[in-house]
């Protein structure tokens, strides 16, 4: 990737000249293009532990995606912003660019495993839209060659602070919406007083036939070979449940178990993933995989075996007492993560719209833009009218059957 150099030793410390793209923009920002992880290593680790993000950014995931998701022909581009008048880093914007259909394409760096786009920014200093499209204008100003942006996933704000990426001109609510529930008191009381009367009622019911059936028992795996027999009964369970249903999941695809897998083990030392299980007796009939940081657990994977023990929803006890666990050790918010599925409203937690940036920068990309976004509408469309999104989901799960029993 041809570099963009021009001297900046100051806003360069600690990080080799050869290893980044410099270039400063016009304006209140100056922005460095980083193409490879370590080069911003020791910038990332602090954001990660003195600045603002979610556990969808920690270094280590994003080095998993790097050395088992990132198709092959694809280019990171991690740019570092800072102001121009002094210097201070202000955030880094992990992106990739891709080939996709014949013409270039700069997304998150993703791949399928990050629910949030979200900047790592350096303090709680709030952003205004003025800000946001000045650091942006820098972004763009380093960025490699590309047709167009598309950027998915972008939760309006990060802990508390204003995302920049959703407050530019270009970004527009998406179809998906996020979920989350805050904690607070006592553990023992918690589910009480933050879900519904009502999903506490079908909770407790639950809790007491599950634990006629053996007895009751929350297990994290906290071993490697915990991780490994749970983590293995988690994809087990989840494929399973997903063919019956016919949908696709990202669990099908080995890479990306591969990679859930090692941020398991790595969580056994340094914290940043959890995952339990759920027993009724001798039987596993949940499994819930989390990422955790700071304050927040992050619900990122979860699995059931319905028919184990009848008339009960294994996934919203094991989500009960998970509430409850967190809040014991600590936690105060419990992020349900992206997906409109019913329970989580009927938990009472409390729905964020999620933002996209989709727009072309050259003909082809403006091309692709529009198609992407003509795609939404449509989808948008069937989602509104609950009949036709019935038929819809019917036929593509025949679909995926028919091609799942090839």
Not at 296 to 318: E, K, M, R, W, Y
Not at 365 to 374: C, L, Q, V
Request: charged share 20%; aromatic share 8%; glycine share 8%.
């Amino acid at each position: 990737m041809a570099s963009q150099a021009m001297p900046m030793a100051a806003m360069t410390t600690g990080l080799a000249g050869d290893e980044a793209a410099v270039h400063a923009a016009g304006g209140a920002y100056v922005a460095q293009l980083h193409t490879s992880l370590e080069a911003v290593k020791p910038l990332w680790l602090r954001l990660e532990t003195e600045g603002v993000c979610t556990g969808h950014q920690h270094f280590a995931w994003a080095e998993g995606i790097v050395e088992g998701l990132v198709p092959p022909k694809a280019d990171l581009a991690i740019v570092e912003v800072r102001e121009a008048a002094t210097g201070e880093l202000r955030m880094l914007v992990p992106l990739m660019r891709r080939r996709a259909f014949q013409h270039w394409v700069i997304e998150w760096l993703s791949c399928g495993v990050c629910d949030y786009s979200a900047p790592l920014l350096a303090d709680a200093t709030p952003w205004t839209r003025q800000s946001a499209e000045a650091a942006w204008a820098a972004v763009l100003s380093v960025l490699p060659p590309a047709d167009r942006i598309h950027i998915v996933g972008i939760p309006k704000q990060i802990g508390g602070i204003a995302n920049p990426l959703a407050l530019l001109s270009p970004a527009r609510d998406s179809i998906h919406s996020h979920y989350g529930i805050a904690m607070d008191g006592d553990a023992e009381t918690v589910v009480k007083r933050i879900c519904r009367p009502s999903f506490v009622k079908a909770l407790n019911k639950d809790l007491r036939r599950l634990d006629r059936n053996g007895g009751l028992a929350l297990v994290e795996a906290d071993t490697p070979a915990l991780v490994d027999s749970t983590f293995d009964k988690l994809v087990e369970m989840r494929l399973s449940r997903f063919r019956e249903l016919g949908r696709f999941d990202l669990l099908a695809q080995p890479p990306v178990v591969d990679f859930y897998r090692k941020a398991a083990h790595r969580g056994l030392t340094d914290g940043s993933v959890r995952i339990f299980g759920l027993r009724a007796g001798d039987v596993m009939v949940a499994v819930q995989y989390l990422a955790v940081h700071l304050g927040t657990l992050h619900a990122l994977l979860v699995a059931i075996d319905q028919g184990a023990v009848p008339n009960v929803s294994p996934g919203l006890c094991i989500m009960g007492e998970l509430i409850r666990w967190g809040r014991g050790q600590g936690f105060d918010y419990f992020d349900l993560s992206v997906g409109n599925q019913s329970y989580k409203e009927h938990m009472g937690a409390v729905k964020s719209v999620l933002s996209e940036l989709c727009y072309g920068i050259t003909p082809k990309g403006m091309a692709a833009s529009e198609a992407i976004k003509y795609r939404g509408r449509g989808v948008a469309f069937v989602r509104a009218n609950p009949r036709l999104f019935k038929v819809a989901q019917e036929a593509m799960q025949r679909w995926r059957r028919l091609r799942a029993g090839r």
